[in-house]
């Protein structure tokens, strides 16, 4: 059976919801079952990819940490918007691993190339 493209669209800050960590493990969980997995951070979502960051003060996972677990389950397509990356004043030297930053034009082509895409 051939693998799924699934595409993870990650909008929300990291510590406001658990959402930001159960999103990431269910991207960890595709790449399990061997679904051709990527994600993309928009929006609020490019703060979850911020290095220097802890969920030790709010007793919660930090996210960063779970992020850096993508390459690991073979989810290595992890893309960034560049607007969203922009506006917050954040840089590509600023995250916790490589990533591919992509324009709104690029982000369409990649949702349109998708079999599935999950929206957190």
């Not at 960590?21 to 979850?48: C, H, M, N, T, Y």
């Amino acid at each position: 059976m051939e693998a799924r493209r699934i595409l993870f669209l990650l909008r929300q800050p990291p510590y406001a919801t658990g959402h930001a960590v159960e999103a990431i493990e269910s991207i960890l969980v595709a790449g399990v079952f061997e679904q051709q997995a990527s994600v993309l951070f928009r929006d609020d979502g490019v703060w979850q990819l911020l290095s220097n960051q802890s969920g030790d003060a709010l007793g919660a996972r930090t996210v960063g940490k779970v992020v850096q677990a993508l390459p690991e389950y073979e989810v290595e397509d992890i893309y960034v918007c560049a607007e969203s990356l922009k506006e917050r004043g954040l840089k590509v030297e600023d995250l916790v691993l490589p990533v591919k930053v992509v324009s709104q034009r690029e982000q369409q082509a990649l949702i349109s190339a998708q079999q599935a895409v999950v929206n957190d």
